[in-house]
């Protein structure tokens, strides 16, 4: 499923805390695409583990043939969900998996 509607409370937080629309357009975007990559909502998303989370990212992340400075949109983009949802995410602690794993390939 995609990311659904501003009546969710998760959704509604995420979406209208960013000020550029410039920057909320991206932000929809990157979370639109990992949401249908793994067949989520938001809501679902946000109720995840630390580690099913940082899985998660990672197993896109490696998926995705993308530069690097859009993967770092995309890990903002998760992280600025979970701030505005008071979901506490390690983001440094995915970045170094993922660049370990990024490293063996």
């Not at 998926?63 to 600025?80: D, L």
Request: hydrophobic fraction near 35%; glycine fraction near 0%.
């Amino acid at each position: 499923m995609l990311v659904q509607g501003e009546s969710e409370d998760a959704y509604y937080n995420f979406v209208n805390s960013i000020n550029s629309d410039a920057t909320r357009k991206n932000y929809e975007y990157c979370m639109s695409r990992f949401l249908k990559y793994f067949n989520l909502d938001l809501d679902s998303l946000l109720k995840l583990s630390q580690q099913e989370l940082s899985n998660l990212i990672i197993k896109y992340l490696v998926s995705q043939k993308i530069s690097s400075q859009y993967k770092t949109v995309i890990m903002a983009t998760i992280k600025h969900a979970c701030e505005m949802n008071d979901v506490i995410f390690e983001l440094e602690k995915t970045k170094e998996v993922y660049q370990i794993r990024k490293d063996r390939q």
